[in-house]
């Protein structure tokens, strides 16, 4: 039998009723930090390849690499490597069954971020 109230009921999650969780959103994050930790391994297996080629194309590549712009992607790489690694292991600890708690939860999310930039600060300046 036809449901006849179908067009009348919204959809699941709709749009307008649906918000992102705190939790939610830093789990994303994590796995837009392990794509975007690939392309700074690129540019890193560049300027690698680069210094093997020649010294004309190494020039090229490490006057990317140290420019304003490279600085700023080593630097952003620098806070995704923490990130990803704490998200990790927040992701460890939810494979033992714990931490699963909404309080518990956004706590180790905020936990992620502050700690990753923290460790993302204090890596610069120890470098």
Do not use: C
Request: net charge neutral; aromatic share 16%.
């Amino acid at each position: 039998m036809a449901d006849v109230n179908r067009g009348n009921r919204p959809l699941s999650p709709h749009i307008t009723i649906y918000r992102p969780e705190f939790t939610s959103v830093t789990s994303i994050f994590t796995r837009i930090t392990g794509n975007a930790l690939l392309i700074a391994a690129l540019l890193i297996v560049w300027w690698f390849l680069a210094a093997s080629y020649s010294e004309d194309y190494f020039a090229v590549a490490n006057g990317f690499i140290t420019s304003w712009f490279g600085d700023l992607i080593m630097f952003g790489s620098l806070w995704a490597v923490w990130y990803h690694f704490l998200a990790g292991l927040r992701h460890l600890y939810w494979d033992t069954g714990r931490g699963f708690e909404i309080e518990q939860a956004r706590k180790l999310a905020y936990g992620v971020i502050g700690g990753s930039l923290v460790l993302t600060i204090l890596s610069a300046l120890a470098l």
